[in-house]
């Protein structure tokens, strides 16, 4: 289904950034594009307006009572002159299922996937051509009905903003690096029955202070354990885990206590189609360590749309360090990243059908 948005175009456009310099998250596009939701009519009036500041009541109940979500995206400009993005369907559904947890509406995926499109191609312009940089895309949901009363709200503001950012790892080539990571075993990320799958602002807050001792290690993410036990791995910082042990590529199940990342079933897809065993399953620490120490754990690395894969060459754990591998990328990491990332820039061929062209 095809929709149309009103366009209303910035008088004043802004420079572009320097890509040689782009900074991840700081820097935005001219435009965005905003919709409404009302019980009464649902959503309507969407609409592309010059980026700028929205007005919202301080008795708006997202204020008080965190009724909101986002996701997290990518447009790829590439050297023959197209521009992709990657299975925005994904992302779409993955709104939805947001929605039904927060008590927030659900929004037609096509309507979803127009709305950043049609955004995209307004500021196709800001997709930077260096490689490794992209224009990253941040869709978000909010609750905007002014009331004061845990209660869900009837009235909602959908918006899209737009963010032309550099490599994820400040590395000469955009590249990957290695990362070190923080066994968490005292703060939880999420439980069963919470909102650990769902894509919302409260998961990120609560793990601030996890990070914040993390960077005090010495490390640059967390692993989080389960809240149950706290020995079961799920994830590393705000992405997805696989750990490599034995012939056996390993990764926590979706059991309400992780996010579905995008990026996690694709990896899961590639490793499939290559004839590589990959488990869903629960992995304790205990087992990632004995593994460390016997030989057998070869790599882990974390996927996620900013970085794609993140590579682990150090985990500390109670005090001691564990240097996984030769503490540098490993083979499989490298192969899955050059392998996405060249599909996501249109450098190989998509026979896996995820990139949609605008």
């Known amino acids: 289904m095809n929709y149309n948005f009103e366009i ?15 900074k991840f998250g700081r820097a935005f596009t001219d435009h965005m594009f905003m919709m409404e939701y009302t019980a009464d009519k649902g959503w309507h009036d969407g609409k592309v307006v010059p980026y700028g500041p929205i007005e919202l009541e301080p008795s708006s109940s997202v204020l008080h009572y965190s009724q909101t ?26 709104v939805n299922k947001t929605s039904d947890r927060m008590c927030m509406p659900e929004i037609d995926e ?5 709305a950043v499109k049609t955004l995209v191609e307004v500021e196709k312009d800001w997709i930077p ?6 224009l990253y895309i941040r869709p978000l949901i909010f609750a905007n ?13 959908f918006i899209i903003i737009c963010s032309p950012v550099g490599p994820y790892y400040d590395t000469p080539d955009g590249g990957i690096l290695a990362t070190s990571i923080y066994v968490e075993e005292e703060y939880v990320r999420a439980a069963s029955g919470g909102t650990g799958f769902a894509k919302v602002g409260g998961n990120y807050a609560g793990s601030m202070k996890a990070q914040k001792v993390a960077k005090e290690q010495g490390c640059e993410q967390v692993l989080w354990l389960d809240a149950i036990e706290h020995s079961y791995v799920e994830e590393i910082g705000t992405s997805n885990a696989f750990f490599v042990i034995g012939d056996e590529v390993i990764t926590a199940p979706l059991l309400g206590t992780i996010l579905p990342g995008v990026t996690r079933a694709s990896v899961i897809e590639l490793l499939q189609k290559w004839g590589i065993r990959i488990s869903e399953r629960r992995l304790r620490i205990e087992d990632v360590v004995k593994a460390s120490e016997d030989g057998t754990l070869s790599e882990i690395f974390a996927t996620g749309t900013a970085a794609v894969i993140s590579p682990v060459g150090k985990l500390q754990y109670r005090g001691e360090k564990l240097t996984i591998g030769d503490g540098g990328v490993g083979t499989l990491a490298q192969r899955l990243y050059d392998t996405l990332y060249s599909i ?7 026979d896996m059908n995820w990139t949609l062209e605008f």
């Open 8 to 22: 209303n175009l910035t008088k004043k456009p802004k420079p572009k950034p320097n890509p040689d310099t782009l």
């Open 69 to 94: 979500q986002f996701e997290g995206m990518k447009a790829y400009r590439t050297a023959d002159g197209r521009y992709l993005l990657f299975r925005p369907y994904m992302n779409a559904a993955r």
């Open 110 to 114: 096509d309507l979803f996937v127009s």
């Open 129 to 134: 051509e260096k490689p490794g940089t992209s």
């Open 145 to 157: 009905e002014t009331f004061i009363g845990v209660a869900p709200a009837e009235i909602f503001k």
């Open 344 to 350: 996501q820039t249109g450098t190989a061929t998509d």
